[in-house]
Structures are given as C-alpha cells and as structure tokens.
C-alpha cells in the first residue's frame, strides 16, 4: 500500500539554527498537510497546502515557518531560527482530496530536538 | 473554539473483551469525524471516517458512531487482541475548515492483556 515517508526520523539541532524536515506524500494525492505533536500534548495542525500555495495555516505557523513543493515528489517543511519550544514530533500528511470523505494518510514522523 | 475530549486517557482490558473509546467536541458544525490509530513512535493510522451526514461506519471488527447533535462519537472494537494495544486518536475537521484541519483529542491508550 502507497505511503507517505518522512526523513530524517531524527533531527537534533541546536537553538537558532535553520532545519528542513522533506516528506514525500502518496503520488496520486493532491493536498498535503503538516502537524506537529509536542510531547504529552495532542497533535496540532500546523498548515495544508494545494496547488502550491498555503491553503491554510494555524497561529503556530508564524513567520519562522514556511512549506514548499520543490519539485513533483517532494513537500518540506522549513523552520528558519529554531527554538526549544519547535522540538516536537512532526508529521507530514496527504488526502486525495480536501472533502469531507477522504481521509488523512500520515507519514511516521520527525522527531526533532532543539538544544 | 473546537475542543475534543477523549475519556479515558487510559484503558487497560483482558484479551477478548470488547473495547469502548469514547470521544467528545464542542462544536457540531463539522465535515467528518475521523479515528485514527497511533503506535509509539509512529505515525497515524486512519481507522475510519464517519462523513456528518452518516451515523456509523463499520470495518472488520471495528465499528464508529457518531452523533452530531450531542457532540459524541464511540469506536467499538470488538473481541480485543494484544496487537489492539496502541493509542487510538478522534479528530473533526470543522465546517468551513479546510477539510482535512482537523482538532484532535488527547487520544485513549489502550492495553489488551494476553
């Protein structure tokens, strides 16, 4: 079964450095999503993304944040300065489409540790 | 604000007995409800999709309710396994939302006992 993959599954970075966590969603799929799940915590939505733009975000993705389709297989997410609050599990979605019918696939997540 | 409350945190059962997850939200003006499955570090697994229009929805030994106007959703699962033990999650994508923002409770832990 197709699925969607996420690298690195570990990222360990240090306070105020850039990061970019990738994601190759499903290839059939035509929105993508990228949450978060800070630890003991519910998992968030951070931003959704069609036909290469935002879609829609969350306040937690502020001017730090940033997505991008760089090609016809890729989705990444960018975190410009990072801060110990960031650290956190991220997920990478995708969905066919963006309907009331057609369910999340989630990749297995980053894990991402600011120091 | 959508809130959803999954109650309780944690369950522990025996091997065999059926399963009760529940999951509450504030607001009833919403696209689906969705449950997923989330085994330690791992991502989500999509269990089922209940549409705001439908009442249940079933797949194998899993079955999810839903009832809108109370703001309630059940997932049974019937004659539990150990491989049944993880984290089961509900979430609703509000209306008027992109359709897949969705609100996530705070997930039920499961564990079935051999």
């Known amino acids: 079964e197709p699925e969607v993959t996420q690298t690195p599954s570990h990222q360990v970075t240090q306070m105020g450095q850039e990061v970019i966590l990738r994601c190759v969603p499903i290839?059939?799929?035509?929105?993508f999503y990228w949450y978060r799940q800070i630890l003991g915590q519910k998992v968030e939505f951070l931003v959704s993304f069609y036909n290469n733009e935002i879609s829609e975000k969350s306040e937690i993705f502020d001017d730090q944040f940033s997505v991008e389709r760089p090609d016809g297989s890729n989705f990444t997410l960018k975190i410009r300065s990072t801060k110990l609050e960031d650290s956190a599990m991220y997920f990478c979605?995708?969905?066919?489409?963006?309907?009331?019918?057609?369910?999340?696939?989630f990749g297995n997540g980053t894990r991402l540790t600011v120091t | 604000k959508q809130e959803v409350t999954q109650i309780p945190a944690a369950l522990s059962v025996p091997e065999g007995e059926n399963l009760v997850l529940n999951c509450s939200f504030t607001d009833s003006a919403i696209y689906n409800l969705q449950w997923f499955r989330q085994d330690p570090g791992k991502g989500l697994t999509s269990l089922l999709l209940?549409?705001?229009?439908?009442r249940e929805q079933t797949s194998g030994r899993l079955n999810a309710s839903l009832d809108k106007s109370s703001g309630r959703s059940t997932l049974y699962i019937a004659a539990s396994q150990p491989g049944d033990s993880a984290t089961y999650l509900c979430a609703v994508s509000p209306y008027g939302a992109a359709g897949n923002k969705l609100t996530f409770g705070g997930g039920t832990r499961v564990l079935v006992k051999p």
């Open positions: 209940i549409q705001s229009s439908q």
């Open positions: 290839s059939n799929h035509l929105y």
């Open positions: 979605a995708s969905s066919v489409w963006d309907r009331d019918n057609s369910p999340l696939h």
